[in-house]
């Protein structure tokens, strides 16, 4: 069984949301991510593209009114797509609502 690594638990969450982050040449990428679950250090979200570990997300979602970056701790292969930690830099913002939620999370 794996052991729990997260400091803070986490909200399981069904969104979609866009993330953009530089790639190693230097050029901006844009993808649609799905939220599996949000918590006050991080969020858990499905992408079609693999990242490398440590690379920085950027996020800018006004429905969710979640703002600021993120770095990847996390990907692991999930038939087709990839399950991709992400843990929050500093200053995120995001609406209180969303992280006191009951809903256990998954993933």
Known sequence: MATEKRFTSRTGLNRSIR??????????SFAQAEVQNLGRRGM?????????RGCTVYLAERDLQLVGK?????????????????????????PLELLDGDQPAEG
Not at 19 to 28: C, E, F, H, L, S
Not at 44 to 52: D, K, N, S, W
Not at 71 to 92: A, H, M, N, S
């Open 70 to 94: 993120a770095v990847v701790r996390y990907q692991e292969d999930r038939k087709g797509k990839y399950y991709t930690g992400l843990e929050f830099c500093g200053g995120l913002l995001a």
């Open 19 to 28: 993330v953009k982050w530089i790639d190693a040449a230097g050029r901006n």
């Open 44 to 52: 858990g979200v499905l992408l079609r593209e693999r990242l490398q």
